[in-house]
């Protein structure tokens, strides 16, 4: 099953792009304080993670057909049909711009090549770690860690449970402290969590 994922074309794509960000970085690093940009990076994506799972990949269906398309490829598809390992990965064409556009973002803000590459390093690793926790949440693997089994059971309630909570798929810190988090028992099996189209 691990090869199945790291041998993933898009997961070749962003270790790939991991390697080159964290090379850029060593070559421009001249300070241990820029190592610190890398932990931001991770952070910033684990806020980026819940919200764009909560108000982007759940907002309400866009009418032009186009849109729909590209909400229906990004997620809604993906809860259409859990288990399929097409659905289960972000496209390149919708997190490579992303990565691009917060590059440019950061680098416009701090002027430093050391601190951009570092934090979109850890920006990619984190989306890697991401993409296994989430892949392994849906494929037939069961974790080695408590912790990954817990997630693993969080995430699945959102999938059959209710699609309104259980946002973080790598952490349920954001869910926590902002009200989407429930104990399972004490939350209505939603009618839409398979079908985001209906919400």
């Not at 934090?119 to 892949?135: A, D, K, L, N």
């Amino acid at each position: 099953m691990k090869k199945e994922f790291w041998f993933y074309p898009d997961i070749i794509c962003l270790s790939l792009l991991f390697i080159g960000s964290f090379f850029f970085f060593l070559t421009f690093a001249t300070s241990w304080t820029q190592w610190l940009s890398i932990l931001i990076g991770m952070v910033t994506y684990t806020l980026g993670e819940y919200l764009t799972h909560r108000f982007v990949f759940h907002m309400k269906p866009p009418k032009h057909p186009f849109f729909l398309k590209l909400m229906k490829r990004v997620h809604y598809d993906h809860h259409v049909k859990p288990k399929d390992l097409h659905l289960l990965f972000l496209p390149l064409w919708y997190s490579v711009p992303n990565i691009v556009v917060v590059a440019i973002l950061v680098f416009f803000i701090t002027g430093n090549l050391a601190v951009t590459s570092g934090f979109i390093s850890g920006v990619v690793i984190f989306i890697i770690y991401y993409e296994y926790t989430h892949y392994v949440a849906h494929r037939p693997i069961n974790p080695k860690t408590p912790w990954g089994k817990w997630m693993k059971k969080v995430h699945l309630w959102h999938h059959y449970k209710n699609e309104q909570y259980w946002y973080g798929v790598t952490s349920p810190i954001y869910d926590y402290a902002l009200g989407t988090f429930k104990d399972q028992k004490d939350v209505e099996k939603s009618a839409t969590a398979r079908d985001l189209e209906k919400e």
